[in-house]
């Protein structure tokens, strides 16, 4: 299996921060990366798929970038609703997620 | 809006079978190009496929359960289906049905609730 690793594991931000968080696979995944936002009780929601893709529907804030094997996902000017765990997942070679990263109120 | 959900037990005995259904409303599997899946999410809150289908019945699985796992689709019921043989306690997790981005096989759009399920 690819091994995806998130960083941090959490973070504390506050409304109107710029937060980044990142996803290593342990192989190159070329562009293979998607990421995905979940609420206590909960799925997953799709935010950015091939690594930089906005799914529709997704707020503009959120951007996603990198390939091979290192990876961001950036939200700009955070939102109350934004505080959540938020999951890389690769497609390169089957389908893996990382340890996810919650993302708390400060 | 397309909508799933799961069915299955929620609680099921060591070493049986867990059976589980996705019911696709507000479309059709057999329309577009969309992949249907299974995840399931663990107590830890690890999230791990399972598998997924195409309308076609070609199938992916995840190599560590294919020896346990089958996924079948019903057109007729608009509804996926999972099998899983032989659980154990390690299988006791939130599952849910997903489906994939319309032409992108591994990225999903499309979530079920989830159900809950607990072997014991």
């Known amino acids: 299996d690819i091994q995806m690793t998130q960083s941090p594991s959490s973070l504390s931000a506050s409304v109107g921060d710029r937060v980044t968080i990142t996803c290593r696979a342990s192989?190159?995944?070329?562009?293979?990366l998607n990421w995905y936002q979940q609420k206590p009780g909960k799925a997953p929601k799709l935010l950015i798929y091939a690594a930089s893709t906005l799914q529709s529907g997704v707020p503009s804030r959120f951007s996603g970038s990198g390939s091979g094997t290192d990876f961001t996902l950036t939200i700009i000017s955070l939102q109350p609703e934004d505080f959540a765990t938020y999951y890389c997942?690769?497609?390169?070679?089957?389908?893996?997620f990382g340890q996810g990263t919650t993302l708390e109120i400060k | 809006q397309v909508q799933l959900q799961e069915s299955g037990p929620g609680l099921v005995k060591p070493s049986q079978t867990l059976s589980l259904t996705c019911t696709v409303s507000g479309g059709s599997i057999s329309s577009g190009a969309h992949y249907w899946s299974w995840f399931r999410q663990f107590p830890g809150k690890d999230l791990e496929w399972i598998a997924y289908i195409y309308k076609t019945g070609s199938t992916d699985y995840k190599p560590s359960l294919q020896s346990l796992v089958t996924i079948s689709v019903d057109t007729s019921r608009n509804q996926f289906s999972l099998k899983l043989n032989s659980v154990t306690a390690a299988d006791s997790a939130v599952y849910y049905c997903?489906?994939?981005?319309?032409?992108?096989?591994?990225?999903?759009?499309?979530w079920g609730q989830g159900t809950v399920v607990t072997v014991s």
């Open positions: 997903a489906r994939g981005v319309e032409g992108i096989v591994d990225a999903f759009d499309v």
């Open positions: 192989q190159t995944i070329s562009t293979y």
């Open positions: 997942q690769q497609s390169y070679n089957k389908i893996t």
